[in-house]
């Protein structure tokens, strides 16, 4: 039950203040979110607003991933250098952005991947609502979403900008192993590969002992090839310590196409190839994993089989399934459609979506955009630009697609690899001046310094 109380001036409330991170407004109206507080629910009923709050645009950014954060800073820089005032609220499950892209590490290495919102924003950028969007409900402009408790609320919003992610695929139903989806199987995986390696150290049985040593991951993508460099580093570290041959531990990586991160040229893939050799990786292409055996041995699709304790699969990402439920057109490929200023296309004029839940193309070239952070930080920035100006009614710079193909691979214990390619020329950096690169790409991901 919601009470209710009215006020002449908001900032002397008590209740406002306390809770003035964690509101939700409807014009004249304040709702304050009990699940972030322990308040009654209250509708706190503003009487006299100033003229500056009531023109005010609330911008709802849905999902904290690398795509939300960046439009919060966007816009805020945006807001900032027009001199426009803006309210922006992020709404997403957890009470954390998650650092995706440092899986690979937490598979192979305890790793810390949350960052709180506090820490992300610390001048109260952006207020916070916990909670997972269910619907969008355009005509009323609202948004339906469930609570940290399970109570499904709405939210109003002047402009929504939806950027719901991706989720990493399943394994094929019965094929055993470990998917790297989340923190929590990556934590998985890492307890799994080190138990194994324990038993290994216990047994005399050398194939046996050969099967429990040996990761079977299955993708040649660009988490594949850095879980693969991660774990090998970090088992024979591990062997070693528990007195087995530092040379025991065997990571293959079977990739169904011809060469690993197929985004790259075939020239760079190749000198990444070289690196993953000289770290022990092992590399079979043109197959697929089908299965793990559960006998020490993971089953390739042309009939091979490999000595594997744990196969980890890393076979590609879907777009969020809370999308399907969102109320929007998706395209055939599961994802928002947009036009080049990332309006939803559909007449939806106030709804954005970029990053990995939308399909982006850049209508000069045909390009279409890569599921990739990179990608998602640079339309965030641009969509900063794109709302403001379309709150002021002024035209805003369409969408380009980027005109340098670049990426960066972690290959474990601070090595990594960055490619560039640029005049029809590949660059590439290896070694721990790599790994720096990779770092700071990593935490420039995340807006940590
Ligand atoms: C293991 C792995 C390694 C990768 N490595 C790289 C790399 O090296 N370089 C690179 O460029 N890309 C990499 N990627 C891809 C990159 O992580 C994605 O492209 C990037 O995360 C996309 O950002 P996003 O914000 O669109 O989505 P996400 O990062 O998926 O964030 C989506 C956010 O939305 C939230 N959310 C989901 N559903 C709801 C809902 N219903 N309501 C509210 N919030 C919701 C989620 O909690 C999450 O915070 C990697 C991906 C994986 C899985």
Redesign the pocket.
Same mark, same amino acid.
């Given at each position: 039950m919601l009470s209710t109380i009215t006020c002449n001036n908001i900032s002397r409330h008590p209740l406002f203040v306390n809770t003035c991170r964690c509101i939700s407004h409807k014009k004249f109206e304040i709702v304050v979110i009990p699940s972030c507080h322990n308040f009654a629910p209250t509708l706190v009923t503003w009487v006299n607003p100033s003229e500056e709050w009531c023109a005010m645009q609330t911008i709802v950014v849905?999902? =904290? =991933?690398? &795509?939300? +954060?960046h439009t919060v800073k966007a816009v805020k820089a945006e807001s900032e250098r027009t001199g426009a005032p803006v309210r922006i609220v992020l709404? %997403?499950?957890?009470t954390y952005? &998650?650092k995706? *892209?440092r899986? *690979?590490q937490a598979a192979a290495v305890p790793t810390s991947l949350r960052v709180p919102w506090e820490a992300l924003f610390p001048a109260g950028e952006a207020d916070f609502v916990q909670?997972? #969007?269910?619907a969008v409900d355009a005509a009323a402009r609202k948004v339906k979403?469930e609570d940290a408790s399970g109570v499904e609320r709405t939210l109003a919003y002047d402009r929504l900008v939806l950027?719901? =992610? !991706? *989720?990493?695929r399943e394994a094929p139903e019965g094929a055993g192993g470990i998917a790297?989806?989340d923190e929590v199987h990556a934590e998985r995986i890492r307890l799994a590969v080190e138990a194994n390696l324990s038993a290994a150290a216990q047994e005399r049985d050398a194939s046996r002992q050969a099967a429990l040593c040996a990761v079977v991951v299955a993708g040649g993508g +660009? !988490?594949g090839v $850095? @879980?693969a460099a991660e774990l090998a580093k970090a088992m024979r570290r591990r062997a070693a310590a528990l007195g087995l041959p530092a040379t025991l531990p065997r990571v293959t990586i079977v990739a169904g196409g011809t060469r690993l991160v197929p985004l790259m040229t075939e020239a760079a893939s190749k000198r990444l190839e070289a690196r993953l050799r000289a770290a022990s990786v092992r590399i079979v292409r043109g197959a697929r994993v089908a299965r793990e055996g559960g006998d020490g041995f993971a089953v390739l699709s042309d009939g091979r089989r490999l000595p594997c304790g744990l196969v980890i699969w @890393?076979i590609g990402?879907d777009p !969020?399934p !809370?999308l399907r439920g969102l109320g929007l057109p998706l395209g055939s490929n599961g994802r928002l459609q947009t036009d080049s200023w990332y309006r939803v296309q559909g007449g939806y004029d106030t709804i954005y979506a +970029?990053?990995?839940? &939308?399909r982006i193309v850049d209508s000069a070239t045909g390009i279409e955009d890569?599921? @990739? #952070?990179? $990608? &998602?930080i640079q339309q965030a920035q641009r969509l900063g630009r794109v709302l403001l100006a379309d709150i002021a009614g002024r035209p805003a710079e369409p969408h380009r697609a980027a005109t340098r193909q670049q990426? #960066?691979? %972690?290959l474990g214990e601070g090595e990594g690899f960055a490619w560039i390619r640029h005049w029809g020329v590949d660059f590439t950096i290896g070694g721990a001046l790599g790994g720096k690169v990779r770092e700071y @790409?990593?935490n420039l991901?995340s807006l940590m310094k």
């Open positions: 849905v999902g =904290g =991933g690398y &795509a939300g +954060i709404m %997403d499950p957890a952005h &998650a995706k *892209v899986l *690979v909670g997972r #969007c269910l979403y950027a719901l =992610g !991706s *989720v990493v790297l989806r +660009i !988490s $850095e @879980t @890393t990402v !969020s !809370s +970029i990053g990995d839940n &939308a890569g599921m @990739t #952070c990179r $990608e &998602a990426y #960066c691979v %972690d @790409t990593w991901g």
